[in-house]
């Protein structure tokens, strides 16, 4: 009987643990993972380069909206407040291009207008959270002046098992054109060299980098091979001499080529023995991005960078007002030259000729288009320690000679110097003359390669070639005179000339 009351027991105990499970405990309700998917409306945008605010609609082309989406086993997810979903810029831009424009104060900050107005500027963020309706939410990218590829990441958590699931998805602003539009430089602190072998120790070498911005005036691509070319332009200048280019790890040189990394190369200028200003030339080609097979298409700056030997030890001076003479259609530089102070100088100029700009470095440069005549110009300086000084100078443009000004009677103005112009005949033993003029005023003459039998002269505005033509002897003498007499005449004004080459032939 015992026994049977024993077997009994058991059976209700496994039909107990049956009930439970199998005696391992409840396995938890199931349920399939939350499902989410995030999408733009639009996945490029142009640069914004005038920094545009947000905003929404048709008159707002560098916002895009982003709506963020979850589902449960193909429903949507529950409504929820702020924080079921999180969404941030994961990589790419750097700055804040995330925002709610949902009118909210809290995503907002009052700016007072220069007219004591206050308007509501909507806040930027890198990161932020947004509510759940109806399984959805949406947010905005708004473009900077700066082009890249943004990747924007949303999450959602299951409460039910803490599960987290994400989406992302990318947006390109602007595009590199590959192009380069612009090219500069600048130098390191303090913006200055001293002298090689200066008694005051200063260092004789400075960094410089040199940029290259395409028209979007973003960085160019990487390139495969050198894109700058930066070289010491001679001007003139004394320190120029023993003056040279240093990058990475090659000797000195005058002119070198190199290339950027995210639009920026790094190199030194060395000091010769010479202080004064050193110009350097910074060149790449828009038509490749690539100085190394040669420079069809330059774009091109100047800069300007003081070798000094000394320092502070005397006053700031402007060293010399005359600007010297442009002409026109001729390109033109000129150092602005400062002493004492504390360089760097930066430079302001008023009142340049039409053509002509200078840099806050003290270059003058440019092709003048103005009217030929005197031109009054002032000049400021300030050192580095704010010292200032301001002169009045003065630049004369004359109008330059060009092909078509010095043109030879029945040879056209493209007449190559390799072929003479014809300007007459003349019997043996009998006077030769030749006037040449030029259609513009102030034009001097020189001859070479003339003749003995001609001389050359001016006589005003005019170049005259005179003489008597040889003649054979009697009885003929070997070789004869006869035959044709060939020489170069060269009208010059200013800075420019034109050379032609003409003939003359004794019969």
């Given at each position: ?75 949507a997810i529950p409504n929820g407040e702020d924080g079921v979903f999180s969404c941030n810029a994961s990589g790419g831009l750097s700055s804040g291009p995330l925002y709610y424009l949902d009118g909210k104060d809290e995503h907002s900050t009052d700016v007072t207008q ?26 905005h990218f708004h473009a900077g002046d700066k082009s890249g590829v943004a990747t924007i990441t949303c999450s959602v958590t299951d409460p039910r098992d803490k599960r987290q699931v994400s989406a992302s998805v990318s947006i390109t602003v602007g595009a590199a054109t ?218 004369v443009v004359e109008r330059g000679i060009a092909p078509e000004d010095f043109v030879v009677a029945g040879c056209p103005a493209s007449q190559d110097i390799n072929t003479a112009c014809a300007i007459g005949s003349v019997a043996q033993g009998k006077k030769f003359s ?74």
């Amino acid at each position: 009987m015992k026994i049977l009351k024993n077997l009994v027991l058991s059976a209700a105990v496994a039909v107990l643990a049956v009930a439970c499970g199998g005696g391992g405990g409840s396995p938890g309700e199931t349920h399939a993972p939350y499902q989410i998917t995030l999408r733009a409306e639009r996945t490029q945008l142009p640069i914004n380069i005038n920094n545009v605010g947000p905003g929404i609609g048709a008159y707002a082309p560098y916002t895009t909206v982003l709506y963020v989406n979850a589902t449960d086993g193909g429903n949507a997810i529950p409504n929820g407040e702020d924080g079921v979903f999180s969404c941030n810029a994961s990589g790419g831009l750097s700055s804040g291009p995330l925002y709610y424009l949902d009118g909210k104060d809290e995503h907002s900050t009052d700016v007072t207008q220069p007219d004591g107005s206050v308007v509501k500027v909507p806040n930027a963020y890198r990161s932020i959270t947004l509510p759940s309706n109806a399984g959805g939410a949406s947010f905005h990218f708004h473009a900077g002046d700066k082009s890249g590829v943004a990747t924007i990441t949303c999450s959602v958590t299951d409460p039910r098992d803490k599960r987290q699931v994400s989406a992302s998805v990318s947006i390109t602003v602007g595009a590199a054109t590959r192009s380069p539009a612009r090219a500069d430089a600048f130098t390191q602190v303090p913006g200055y060299l001293g002298t090689r072998n200066n008694p005051n120790h200063i260092a004789s070498t400075v960094a410089i980098q040199a940029r290259v911005w395409d028209d979007a005036n973003q960085p160019v691509p990487d390139p495969g091979a050198a894109n700058v070319q930066v070289r010491i332009k001679p001007v003139g200048n004394p320190a120029e001499v023993g003056a040279t280019l240093l990058q990475g790890g090659a000797g000195g040189s005058s002119v070198i080529q190199f290339p950027t990394l995210n639009g920026i190369a790094q190199f030194s200028l060395a000091s010769g023995s010479n202080n004064g200003p050193i110009i350097l030339e910074v060149t790449s080609d828009r038509a490749d991005n690539n100085v190394a097979n040669g420079i069809q298409d330059p774009v091109t700056s100047l800069m300007q960078v003081y070798a000094v030997n000394e320092l502070a030890t005397v006053p700031l001076v402007i060293a010399e007002t005359d600007l010297g003479t442009a002409n026109t259609g001729v390109e033109y530089v000129r150092s602005l030259v400062a002493s004492g102070g504390m360089p760097p100088y930066t430079w302001v100029v008023a009142g340049l000729p039409s053509g002509l700009t200078a840099d806050d470095t003290g270059v003058v440069s440019g092709t003048v288009d103005a009217p030929p005549g005197n031109y009054a110009v002032r000049i400021k300086v300030t050192d580095a320690n704010g010292t200032t000084q301001e002169a009045s100078a003065k630049i004369v443009v004359e109008r330059g000679i060009a092909p078509e000004d010095f043109v030879v009677a029945g040879c056209p103005a493209s007449q190559d110097i390799n072929t003479a112009c014809a300007i007459g005949s003349v019997a043996q033993g009998k006077k030769f003359s030749y006037a040449f003029t030029a259609s513009v005023p102030g034009v001097t003459w020189s001859f070479s390669g003339l003749p003995a039998w001609l001389s050359g002269s001016s006589s005003g505005a005019v170049g005259i070639v005179s003489g008597t033509a040889p003649a054979d002897a009697v009885p003929l003498v070997p070789p004869s005179v006869v035959g044709p007499y060939s020489f170069f005449v060269t009208a010059t004004s200013g800075s420019t000339s034109v050379t032609r080459q003409v003939v003359v032939t004794v019969n």
